[in-house]
Every structure is written in structure tokens, then in C-alpha cells.
């Protein structure tokens, strides 16, 4: 398949290097021209993946009508609350019968809707056209071809089949799941949770409030996945725990690095000054927060993390709220 990366930030202009590497015909679209002819010149990205050289065969444009000509995958990798905006202007330009696949992590504002939601309904593409990507995915690792794995989420297990051969390579090992719904939202959640285990971090607290919150926050995901329909099982793998795990133990993750500059006492209107790269927690969490009210499930990290990044919530309050919470005996996604 000949495949269009739309969006040249950090995450799609890996994912677009390894579709390269798997032998994947591929062009990069870039938001910003300049960008683009940099990286078709020189093939490096020194902003997002300094000290990367970029596959000599992948293509790079400012203009999405160029990339997306003749593109039967089409990967959407712009940040989550502009995905509307821009799939609506590159409708017209994408193939009737191209596949859509979505690297973005988070649930938009508003709606409530996951990506692959988005997706169909900008598109009117069946389910069954759309897949995502999720996991384990730090960019900059990943851009220097160490080993990871990622997940291939699909309701058409043959689509998803397709999709794992045509990222395949030595480093990057995909595995598929026909459960979206839980995929997408152990890729969106985890980055809510990351900036909690940041602001922990940033305030000095140990491994153990920060294995609590990995905890904690994973059964919230998995609150909320069972209320919409997801597979538990989903949780426990690449997807869920896998995700979680990277994003909130890596200095490398946007979410736990902005959550760390909070704890520290940064102020959140000069973290956010200061932020060149999307955090999808950010705007998420509100969207989450809201998706979970809807459905009547608990999220009291979820809850506290929305405060501090939209209702003025001060850190040290948000503490004592998820401190100061009742004992419960412990169950499985309780």
C-alpha cells in the first residue's frame, strides 16, 4: 500500500520512517512547508527527532493534495481537538476505498468522541476501514530503531493483518486487536494519568505514590473501557498497562514532563507558554472527565487532574482530595 502521513510532528514522522523501513511506499505531509522541503532535502528533522536521519525513500510536501494522491493508507497523526478541522478540508482528497489509520491519543472536546469516531463521521468510511495505532510508543526511542512493540486495532481482522505487514520491521513488532474501543481509550486515558504520576514526581513523592497512581489510574481505564463496551483483557496488555507504564515512567513523555514542571511549582500558564509539542492529556482530560460523568464511572484521578488543568484546582489541593478519599477493599476494575 502506498501510504500519506499526515502530520509531520515527532510521532508521525517516525511512524512514517517505519513504514519506509518496512519497504511501504510513503509521503510525509508537514504543516508547515518549510518543514517539509527540510526534510526532503536533508532527511533529518532537528526539531522533533534531533540526530535522526530519516530513510533517503520517504517524501516529504507541504501540499496534502500531493501526499495524498494515489494514497490507499491514509495515517492521521495531527493533534486530537484539530482532527475535525483538518479530515473536513482533506475529505475531497482522500481515495473512497483508502484506509484510515489514527496515531492520535486523545478524546475530543465537546463530543466525547474517540478518533476513529471522528473519523467515520467526517468520512462517512465504515468501522471497518478505520484502524489505530497505540502502545509503547516513545518517538524518540523508536526513531533510533530500538525494539519496541505497538497494537494494530481493527474490527476487520484482515485490514488489521494487512496493516501489521506494512509496519513490520526489525524494531518495530506489531501485534493486532479488533478491540478499538479499548485501545483507544488505554491510549488516550494513559496520558491523563501520566500527568498525575508528573506532578508527583515533581513534587518529590516516591515510587510508591507513583506505582499507587499507575495503579489506580489503570483501573480507571478500565472502568471507563467496561462502561463503553472495550475488553478488559485489552487493559492488561500493549494497549492499556504497556502504554501506561512508558508514558508515565519516561522522561521522553510529553504528559509526565508537563506534569513534572507543575509539581515543581511551575505555574500552568507558563508550562503551557513553555510547550512546543502537543500534550494531549491537557485538553483531554476534560473530555475524559466529561465522558466519564456521562456514564456514571468513578475517575477520581481523572477528576483532580481536570481540576488543576481547567478549574484552577492549586496541586497541593488536588493531593489532599485523592489523599483524603475513602478505604475501599481492592477488586479487580474497582
Request: charged share 15%; aromatic share 4%; with cysteine.
Amino acid at each position: 500500500m502506498k501510504a500519506a502521513v499526515l502530520g509531520g510532528g515527532s510521532w508521525g514522522t517516525t511512524f512514517a520512517q517505519v513504514l519506509c523501513d518496512a519497504g511501504t511506499p510513503t509521503v510525509l505531509w508537514c504543516r508547515r512547508p518549510e518543514l517539509a522541503a527540510h526534510i526532503e532535502s536533508t532527511h533529518t528533522s532537528p526539531q522533533y527527532l534531533p540526530g535522526v536521519t530519516l530513510p533517503a525513500s520517504l517524501r516529504a510536501t507541504g501540499d496534502a493534495a500531493e501526499a495524498l494522491s494515489g494514497a490507499e493508507m491514509v495515517v492521521l497523526a495531527v493533534p486530537a481537538q484539530s482532527l475535525r478541522q483538518n479530515l473536513t478540508s482533506w475529505r475531497d482528497l482522500i481515495a473512497a476505498d483508502a484506509v484510515l489509520l489514527s496515531l492520535i491519543k486523545g478524546i475530543e472536546l465537546g463530543t466525547g468522541d474517540r478518533m476513529t469516531q471522528v473519523i467515520g463521521e467526517v468520512t462517512g468510511a465504515p468501522q471497518g476501514r478505520i484502524a489505530v495505532i497505540t502502545g509503547p510508543n516513545l518517538a524518540l526511542e523508536i526513531a533510533a530503531r530500538q525494539f519496541c512493540a505497538t497494537v494494530v486495532a481493527c474490527a476487520d481482522e484482515s485490514l488489521a493483518e494487512r496493516l501489521q505487514q506494512a509496519c513490520h520491521t526489525g524494531y518495530f513488532r506489531a501485534y493486532t486487536n479488533p478491540d478499538v474501543i479499548g485501545c483507544e481509550l488505554g491510549g488516550a486515558v494513559k496520558n491523563v494519568i501520566a500527568l498525575a504520576v508528573g506532578i508527583a514526581a515533581g513534587m518529590g513523592l516516591g515510587d510508591n505514590t507513583k506505582a499507587t497512581l499507575i495503579t489506580r489510574g489503570l483501573a480507571e481505564i478500565a472502568r471507563l473501557g467496561t462502561a463503553l463496551g472495550a475488553d478488559q483483557h485489552t487493559f492488561s496488555g500493549l494497549a492499556g498497562l504497556g502504554d501506561l507504564v512508558a508514558s508515565c515512567s519516561s522522561p521522553l513523555a510529553r504528559n509526565r514532563s508537563f506534569g513534572e514542571k507543575l509539581g515543581q511549582g511551575v505555574p500552568l500558564a507558563e508550562v503551557l507558554a513553555s510547550t512546543t509539542q502537543t500534550v494531549e492529556g491537557v485538553k483531554s482530560s476534560q473530555s475524559v472527565r466529561q465522558l466519564a460523568r456521562d456514564h456514571g464511572v468513578e475517575m477520581p484521578i481523572t477528576e483532580v487532574i481536570a481540576g488543576v488543568m481547567h478549574d484552577g484546582l492549586a496541586i497541593t489541593d488536588a493531593v489532599l482530595l485523592l489523599a483524603s478519599r475513602s478505604a475501599k477493599p481492592e477488586r479487580y476494575g474497582v
